[in-house]
């Protein structure tokens, strides 16, 4: 019957599947997870009313300023994602459309994703624990670390427990603030010999850090460009590969050194 149909008519009918094509595709779950900004906590300070870096066997100072490690939220692995979140992203500053096997581990519930994540945060803070007392030459067996913060897993704030922690032991040996008194932020793996590691996210963390205050924002060096896409204003980056370094460009800071803090 499609003959006995005038042109306009029939193209109108011709078109229905494949409008219909178009709509199936844009409601269809794709394999993306779409990330933002997410919350930062200052280590040197409170956690639901808990310390998040408690010491003992060694005597510990108060800090005029603030480590504040930071996050992204993503939309959990058992959430769908489609067409149109992954455009409304797209054009978004503070949205970031990630493949979902790099933000979760393929195959997991959102219970499993959980304990995945909390069992990534314990060993972080182990490690970032080792780094410290390694790079200030404590031992271990006598200066006990306690790292408590609540809801947050993964293995990215691992840099700043590290630095948390040399600045309560006085890691400048001068009894200065490492901090200046800034609020200081930042991401970055970090293991036991106090090495330095990339994370993602961290364009979006950034502008979690500018939002609560930060100035400085210390970025694993291998993520200096991603750093710079979208980078808040007024907002420094210190590039690091080591404790080490931190430590040193903080110092620096610190001592108004600017010629001695590298820069990505």
């Not at 060993?123 to 624990?129: F, G, L, N």
């Not at 007392?133 to 790292?147: A, F, I, M, N, S």
């Not at 060096?221 to 907002?235: H, I, R, T, V």
Request: overall charge negative; aromatic content about 4%.
């Amino acid at each position: 019957m499609l003959s006995s149909l005038s042109r306009p008519t029939a193209l109108a009918v011709s078109a229905l599947p494949v409008v219909a094509l178009f709509a199936v595709v844009a409601l269809a779950p794709l394999p993306y997870a779409i990330a933002q900004p997410g919350t930062t906590a200052d280590v040197l300070g409170k956690d639901k009313g808990q310390e998040v870096i408690t010491i003992t066997g060694a005597p510990v100072r108060a800090s005029e300023g603030q480590l504040r490690m930071t996050t992204i939220v993503a939309t959990g692995p058992s959430t769908d994602v489609d067409l149109g979140d992954v455009a409304d992203a797209w054009f978004r500053t503070d949205r970031a459309v990630l493949p979902r096997n790099s933000v979760y581990p393929p195959g997991k519930s959102d219970a499993e994703v959980e304990k995945h994540n909390l069992g990534q945060m314990k060993e972080s803070q182990d490690a970032a624990t080792l780094a410290a007392l390694d790079y200030l030459d404590e031992d271990p067996g006598k200066v006990k670390v306690d790292l408590n913060l609540a809801d947050i897993g993964g293995p990215s704030a691992g840099l700043l427990f590290s630095l948390g922690i040399v600045e309560k032991l006085d890691g400048d040996g001068s009894g200065g603030d490492l901090t200046g008194g800034r609020i200081i932020a930042g991401t970055g793996t970090i293991d036991a010999d106090g090495a330095v590691g990339a994370v993602g996210g961290v364009s979006l963390k950034t502008q979690a850090a500018a939002r609560d205050g930060a100035t400085v924002f210390l970025v694993p060096k291998a993520e200096c460009s991603d750093a710079q896409a979208e980078l808040p204003k007024g907002m420094r980056l210190v590039p690091v590969t080591a404790l080490s370094d931190a430590v040193s460009s903080l110092k620096a800071l610190e001592q108004g050194q600017e010629a001695k803090v590298p820069r990505c």
